[in-house]
T-cell receptor, first 110, second 118 residues
Framework: SQTIHQWPATLVQPVGSPLSLECTVEGTSNPNLYWYRQAAGRGLQLLFYSVGIGQISSEVPQNLSASRPQDRQFILSSKKLLLSDSGFYLC?????????FGQGTRLTVV | AQTVTQSQPEMSVQEAETVTLSCTYDTSESDYYLFWYKQPPSRQMILVIRQEAYKQQNATENRFSVNFQKAAKSFSLKISDSQLGDAAMYFCACPRGIYGGSQGNLIFGKGTKLSVKP
C-alpha cells in the first residue's frame, strides 16, 4: 500500500529562521506529490505540486518553496519564516484517482 | 473556478443514529471523482469514500454512503449507526480541474465538525 512519511510532527521555529520539511513516499513510483497547508478551522490550501523530479508548480505566491530531488522525496522550505507561516502542513501523494496523506507537521512560528 | 461548499460548520448525532453531511461543488470537468475525507484529532486525513461522476450508482463503504446528484452538483455523506470513533472533521473534495479528477490535486471544502454523543 502507498504510504507517506512526513516529519517532524511538531516544530516551533523563531521568526526569520529557515525551514525544511521532508516528505517521502513508499509503495508507489512516480507519484504526483503535493504540499497542503491547513490554517486553524479551515480546509486545505494547495501550496505546491510536483509531477516528477525537479518539476514544481506553485499555486499561491508566498514565502515558501518546494523541491523534488528524488522521485519519492518532496521538500518544503523557507529561507526566513514569517509569523503567517504558522499552520498545519500536509504532504500528499496522488495516484489512481485519490490523494493519500502523511500525518502532517504542526508548525508554530514564534 | 472550481469550488466546494460545506454549509454545515458543525453537526451532532446520537450514537447509533444516522447523520447526513452536505456538500455542493462546482467543476467544469465532465469526468471526475469526488471524495469525502475524515480528519480525526490526530489530524491525519483519511479517505472515507469516493464517487466516480460517470457512475449513477451511489458509492457505499460499510456504514458510509453518498447521495450523489450530478445535475445539482450535490454530494452528501450519510453515516449510519454512528459510532464514537466517527467524531472528526469531515471534508468534501473535488478535483482542481487540469487533472480531470485524478491524482490528488483537490479543492477542499472548509469542513464539518461532527460530534457523536454517547
Amino acid at each position: 500500500s502507498q504510504t507517506i512519511h512526513q516529519w517532524p510532527a511538531t516544530l516551533v521555529q523563531p521568526v526569520g529562521s529557515p525551514l525544511s520539511l521532508e516528505c517521502t513516499v513508499e509503495g508507489t513510483s512516480n507519484p504526483n506529490l503535493y504540499w497542503y497547508r491547513q490554517a486553524a478551522g479551515r480546509g486545505l490550501q494547495l501550496l505546491f505540486y510536483s509531477v516528477g523530479i525537479g518539476q514544481i508548480s506553485s499555486e499561491v505566491p508566498q514565502n515558501l518553496s518546494a523541491s523534488r530531488p528524488q522521485d519519492r522525496q518532496f521538500i518544503l522550505s523557507s529561507k526566513k519564516l514569517l509569523l503567517s507561516d504558522s499552520g498545519f502542513y500536509l504532504c500528499a501523494g496522488g495516484r489512481n484517482t485519490e490523494a493519500f496523506f502523511g500525518q502532517g507537521t504542526r508548525l508554530t512560528v514564534v | 473556478a472550481q469550488t466546494v461548499t460545506q454549509s454545515q460548520p458543525e453537526m451532532s448525532v446520537q450514537e447509533a443514529e444516522t447523520v447526513t453531511l452536505s456538500c455542493t461543488y462546482d467543476t467544469s470537468e465532465s469526468d471526475y471523482y469526488l471524495f469525502w475525507y475524515k480528519q480525526p484529532p490526530s489530524r491525519q486525513m483519511i479517505l472515507v469514500i469516493r464517487q466516480e461522476a460517470y457512475k449513477q450508482q451511489n458509492a457505499t463503504e460499510n456504514r458510509f454512503s453518498v447521495n450523489f446528484q450530478k445535475a445539482a452538483k450535490s454530494f452528501s455523506l450519510k453515516i449510519s449507526d454512528s459510532q464514537l470513533g466517527d467524531a472528526a472533521m469531515y471534508f468534501c473534495a473535488c478535483p482542481r480541474g487540469i487533472y480531470g479528477g485524478s491524482q490528488g490535486n483537490l479543492i477542499f471544502g472548509k469542513g464539518t465538525k461532527l460530534s457523536v454523543k454517547p
